[in-house]
């Protein structure tokens, strides 16, 4: 046993688990809230791990900056979101844009599976909210 | 069957489950960064919404100032967790002395249960991150 | 001589101007990064201190969810031209929506004479930068 | 004249000067605001331009990703601020050190200038205002 799952057993808050809550919220909005959360953590985390360890064509600039304007504009979509603000739709509709181009990028690039699949997730979603 | 569970099951993309992804990363910290998004989400969420709504000590300058307070840092922590830097200890030790003030205050204001709870949770497990 | 003017005399590193640095960005492009920035501060610093402390409309859901989803835009679209990101239009574009209508909300709602002013400036800069 | 100079000039509204803002802010407040915008601006626009551009030791994880953290910690601060929020020495202490670290770091690197000088600033008044 890893010592992650023993702390995860024995400790005394249980993480919240991300659709426990929000349920304030239209569920095609949680769900949504979800897929931006999602891309905006896997966008900034890999860029800052894999994309920088790697090196070469992943710290190319418009490569590395997609991923950073991704992860940026996945964050400013889910608070608006959080808000249930009516003009969601505008920053959803941007968003959708910006995750379907990094998902292209990405994929052209390569080893960025994980990346693709957030980013194709979150364009479809958001390009529904927008709608 | 009500709308929004409809669509979740038609749609092509399921949401990624929140610990599905970050493999990358330890499993405390992943913990940690899960327990962050929460709060930020109920905290900035609630406050735009139950708390606008309901008025009176609810929207008091102090109250809401910390509650916006709490969802800055708990996205900040997250963000320096995501990138997997060494610095979060210290993002983590303010956001636990945050929220442990705005579980404090919210219990105070009451009809803030899911709030006091996320903030509980999260100073606890930012408590751990900056040990 | 009161007591910030003597600490701004005294201290070894002044202030840098504004438009002193990113001289490596387009004329156009830092001037709207600075509208942006001065309505992102301008929005986020009235709503928590002046609006929360009057009360009454000034923290009516609809007004108050719309300054801060304006100080949220302002900031990410900034960031955006700061990246130098081709897709800057994109947000400016929203952000452009945002301002405008901010500052229509603010008008009417009254005693906020320099949130408008702020926020139509930066939506005459974005909506320029969008074109 | 360049064309940014023409376009300034003609303009019908010019940009707010950073420091005719904010009054109803103490003005060592205004001040570390404005060093932590500009360090924001900075470290995020040259990280992205700059070191991208040049790659080798400007894109090396750890320096990389400091600067990244330096810009995010720098904005958070600026907004504790801005809220006129009481635990904005809590955001100013984190925020003096990782600016001070981000200098040391940018200067080893070289080429740097502009950052180690916003960095040096912002760590300068955020001490300050932490103590």
Do not use: Y
């Amino acid at each position: 046993m890893e010592k992650s799952e023993v702390s995860r057993q024995q400790r005394k808050h249980p993480p919240l688990l991300a659709m426990d809550h929000l349920t304030h919220l239209d569920g095609d909005q949680r769900d949504c809230i979800e897929a931006c959360t999602t891309c905006h953590e896997i966008c900034l985390s890999m860029a800052t791990t894999h994309s920088l360890r790697l090196g070469g064509k992943h710290v190319e600039q418009d490569h590395f900056r997609l991923m950073m304007d991704c992860a940026e504009i996945c964050a400013t979509s889910a608070n608006f979101m959080l808000r249930d603000s009516p003009l969601h739709r505008l920053t959803c509709g941007v968003c959708a844009e910006v995750c379907s181009r990094c998902a292209d990028d990405c994929a052209a690039v390569g080893e960025m599976h994980e990346c693709v699949e957030a980013c194709r997730a979150c364009a479809h979603s958001c390009r529904a909210m927008a709608a």
